[in-house]
């Protein structure tokens, strides 16, 4: 089959590879759509400790076309999406529930070939079968947005919050749409892009800037969302939250990324800093929220392009140009 595969640092193209087989408790699936993201890049950059070479994406949903011996929950034919989560049910964390933090966290298209392909494998647990009147492609769209509800399950977001979000790419998108769900009093969103607040806006929130200072409201927000990974964002939005405020570091940084904290704000202020880690028991929520039409996929996918435009369609997200942007295998 054609895949697309990271080969080396900085390296990737699209070749031919061997047709996946399921083991026991997995099932082959022809890959509808796959959606490129910031951990592609990072994978690229050799961060996430990527197993290299690998087939990239995470983001993907198709038709089942092989089961193995040991599957009987889902049968070919079934239309999934794929949580591309892997954990290993041993270690401290995974007992206590929190497997997003598992000792040995992998991930299908970090750690093991992924959806950038015209097959992919997954293990049967890892597929959630979707209602007909989801479209395949658009479905690849359920996975980013399990890791923005997973965002919302840290900041067990209140009514009537005051939001504040850097960043309106895809995840950032996301985020404004789920605060509108958890009913936020105003989200406003800041980007240094101009064209990218046009969907911002679109999707009604408050107001948009290209920085905070603009929107006027000195007393802070009383969530603050990071969803650029941009130092000088992250660094801009610790300063911005209220008193009794959560900062929720949301976007994927550098590894060697630092700001600074004000320790004595942080305590006379009570101001919460915390994270979000991908998904954790929040992919079938997303598969409702998403089927229940929560995103409209017209507006969320910017372009589709074949599989053979991997390479091209990797530095156009760099870019920063579009939204998301998907691989049709
Ligand atoms: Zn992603
Ligand atoms: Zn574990």
Same mark, same amino acid.
């Given at each position: 089959?054609?895949?697309?595969?990271?080969?080396?640092?900085?390296?990737?193209?699209?070749?031919?590879?061997?047709?996946?087989?399921?083991?026991?408790?997995?099932?082959?699936?022809? %890959?509808?759509?796959?959606?490129?993201?910031?951990?592609?890049?990072?994978?690229?950059?050799?961060?996430?400790?990527?197993?290299?070479?690998?087939?990239?994406?995470?983001?993907?949903?198709?038709?089942?076309?092989?089961?193995?011996?040991? +599957?009987?929950?889902?049968?070919?034919?079934?239309? +999934?999406?794929?949580?591309?989560?892997?954990?290993?049910?041993?270690?401290?964390?995974?007992?206590?529930?929190?497997?997003?933090?598992?000792?040995?966290?992998?991930?299908?298209?970090?750690?093991?070939?992924?959806?950038?392909?015209?097959?992919?494998?997954?293990?049967?647990?890892?597929?959630?079968?979707?209602?007909?009147?989801?479209?395949?492609?658009?479905?690849?769209?359920?996975?980013?947005?399990?890791?923005?509800?997973?965002?919302?399950?840290?900041?067990?977001?209140?009514?009537?919050?005051?939001?504040?979000?850097?960043?309106?790419?895809?995840?950032?998108?996301?985020?404004?749409?789920?605060?509108?769900?958890?009913?936020?009093?105003?989200?406003?969103? %800041?980007?240094?892009?101009?064209?990218?607040?046009?969907?911002?806006?679109?999707?009604?929130?408050?107001?948009?800037?290209?920085?905070?200072?603009?929107?006027?409201?000195?007393?802070?927000?009383?969530?603050?969302?990071?969803?650029?990974?941009?130092?000088?964002?992250?660094?801009?939005?610790?300063?911005?939250?209220?008193?009794?405020?959560?900062?929720?570091?949301?976007?994927?940084?550098?590894?060697?990324?630092?700001?600074?904290?004000?320790?004595?704000?942080?305590?006379?202020?009570?101001?919460?800093?915390?994270?979000?880690?991908?998904?954790?028991?929040?992919?079938?929520?997303?598969?409702?929220?998403?089927?229940?039409?929560?995103?409209?996929?017209?507006?969320?996918?910017?372009?589709?392009?074949?599989?053979?435009?991997?390479?091209?369609?990797?530095?156009?997200?760099?870019?920063?140009?579009?939204?998301?942007?998907? +691989?049709?295998?």
């Amino acid at each position: 089959m054609k895949a697309a595969v990271i080969s080396g640092v900085g390296q990737v193209e699209v070749t031919t590879v061997d047709d996946p087989r399921p083991g026991p408790r997995e099932v082959v699936v022809d %890959v509808a759509a796959c959606g490129l993201c910031g951990t592609d890049l990072h994978i690229l950059q050799g961060e996430f400790a990527p197993t290299l070479p690998v087939v990239p994406g995470h983001e993907f949903a198709g038709v089942v076309v092989d089961v193995g011996s040991a +599957v009987t929950e889902v049968v070919v034919g079934d239309r +999934v999406a794929v949580d591309p989560s892997l954990y290993c049910f041993e270690c401290r964390y995974c007992r206590a529930g929190r497997n997003n933090l598992c000792l040995r966290w992998a991930a299908i298209g970090v750690s093991t070939a992924g959806g950038a392909a015209e097959y992919a494998v997954a293990p049967v647990s890892n597929c959630v079968r979707l209602p007909e009147h989801v479209r395949l492609e658009d479905a690849a769209l359920i996975e980013p947005l399990s890791c923005a509800v997973r965002g919302y399950d840290v900041l067990r977001a209140q009514m009537a919050s005051r939001v504040l979000i850097y960043g309106s790419g895809t995840m950032g998108l996301m985020m404004l749409q789920l605060g509108k769900l958890t009913g936020a009093a105003s989200i406003e969103v %800041v980007d240094v892009n101009p064209e990218r607040l046009v969907t911002a806006t679109q999707l009604g929130c408050t107001a948009v800037a290209s920085g905070a200072d603009e929107l006027d409201r000195p007393e802070g927000w009383d969530v603050v969302i990071d969803a650029t990974g941009n130092e000088k964002a992250i660094q801009d939005g610790l300063g911005r939250v209220a008193r009794g405020g959560t900062f929720l570091q949301f976007g994927v940084s550098d590894y060697a990324a630092r700001v600074t904290i004000e320790p004595y704000r942080i305590y006379n202020q009570e101001i919460t800093i915390t994270g979000s880690m991908a998904v954790l028991h929040s992919f079938e929520r997303a598969a409702d929220l998403f089927a229940n039409g929560v995103l409209d996929p017209e507006v969320f996918i910017s372009d589709r392009l074949p599989l053979e435009d991997y390479a091209s369609a990797l530095d156009a997200f760099r870019s920063g140009k579009g939204r998301k942007i998907q +691989v049709l295998p």
